[in-house]
């Protein structure tokens, strides 16, 4: 009595019985791929926020040398960082408009004072 041939793959089972596979969902691919996004995005949003950071610090930097470099020409003693007054905006931008533009004016002319003054070198 000859012995009937199994089918050695499923594809070759189903076709046997009959069944038509359909699409297969690989869930567990979106579900990376969502991940795998987001982790993407969160990286990003990270290294924006050093960025922002690194330029504030850079800007406080700034402003903090421009302090020593102002009270050095002035004659008076180098303030330390944790002395330096930080800049707040004016309350009402109507009120105090001559005077700032007036405080604009000198700071724009000590710095082309500034860069007129020649050094000595060495």
């Given at each position: 009595?000859?012995?009937?041939?199994?089918?050695?793959?499923?594809?070759?089972?189903?076709?046997?019985?009959?069944?038509?596979?359909?699409?297969?969902r690989?869930r567990?691919?979106?579900l990376?791929?969502?991940?795998?996004?987001?982790?993407?995005?969160?990286?990003?949003?990270?290294?924006l926020?050093?960025?922002?950071?690194?330029m504030?610090?850079l800007?406080?930097?700034?402003?903090f040398?421009?302090?020593?470099?102002a009270?050095?020409?002035?004659g008076?003693?180098?303030a330390?960082?944790a002395?330096?007054?930080?800049?707040?905006p004016?309350?009402s931008?109507?009120?105090?408009?001559p005077?700032l533009?007036?405080?604009?004016?000198?700071?724009?002319?000590?710095?082309?004072?500034f860069?007129?003054?020649?050094?000595?070198?060495?």
């Amino acid at each position: 009595m000859p012995k009937k041939k199994t089918p050695d793959t499923m594809e070759e089972l189903n076709a046997a019985r009959g069944f038509v596979g359909g699409k297969k969902r690989n869930r567990k691919g979106c579900l990376l791929v969502l991940l795998a996004g987001s982790i993407l995005l969160l990286v990003s949003l990270y290294g924006l926020i050093l960025y922002r950071q690194r330029m504030l610090d850079l800007e406080a930097e700034a402003y903090f040398r421009a302090a020593q470099t102002a009270t050095a020409r002035a004659g008076q003693p180098s303030a330390d960082p944790a002395e330096a007054e930080m800049v707040s905006p004016p309350e009402s931008a109507e009120d105090k408009a001559p005077a700032l533009t007036a405080t604009m004016g000198a700071e724009l002319t000590s710095v082309m004072e500034f860069f007129q003054t020649l050094t000595p070198e060495p």
